[in-house]
């Protein structure tokens, strides 16, 4: 996944990622930090951006983490930066990982993952999704046919044990949102590329060896 996805990174460029795609989340090499990982190791001078990702923070506590590790240069910033930052310019590409992809290429992951693909296709940014061909489910038709966790509350209005919001507040947190195939420019897998149209790429791709 990571010698495939790394084709699609520029020498030099900056990548933004949403919430932890690595090996603390997936194992191994990891989906998207697997792909910026590949690149880092060929020499691209790359520099990664990663939302912190509310409400758990697995960007600021895990991404940021691995990739210091690795000796790869990483910025966190704020969930609701980065529309700002590719606005500047300060963004090349988007690489994200992915719960769950339908037969027609929509997108399950964690919450925020499709706004940010909205504001890169507003700025004409490639948004990316490296996924393993297991992520890809052909019996589901689109992601309106997929289930979306609704957590609870204290998620939201507490940090830690501490209380951060009035009491009683009512509070919607959903855990995963769909970002539509319209807004995907590739889906990287172990067994190649996939571009649009994406019903017969990920057909195609499914039945490979």
Known sequence: MGKHGQDLVPKGSTILTHC????????????????????????????????????????????????????????????????????????DLVITGADRIAANGDVANKIGTYQVAVLAKANRIP????????????????????PVEERGPEEIHRFGKREIGPSGVRVLNPAFDITPASYVSAIITEKGIIKPPYKKGIKSHLCRP
């Open 127 to 146: 948004f990316y999704v490296a996924a393993p061909i297991s992520t890809i489910d052909p019996t589901i038709k689109n992601g309106d046919m997929i």
């Open 20 to 91: 932890n795609a690595g090996s603390l989340a997936t194992g191994g090499y990891g989906t998207a930090l697997g792909v910026i990982r590949a690149a880092h190791e060929n020499g691209k001078q790359i520099n990664v951006i990663a939302d912190e990702t509310r409400p758990w923070l697995q960007g600021l506590r895990l991404t940021a983490f691995e990739l210091m590790e690795d000796g790869i240069p990483v910025s966190v910033i704020a969930d609701n930066a980065a529309g700002s930052l590719m606005r500047r310019k300060r963004i």
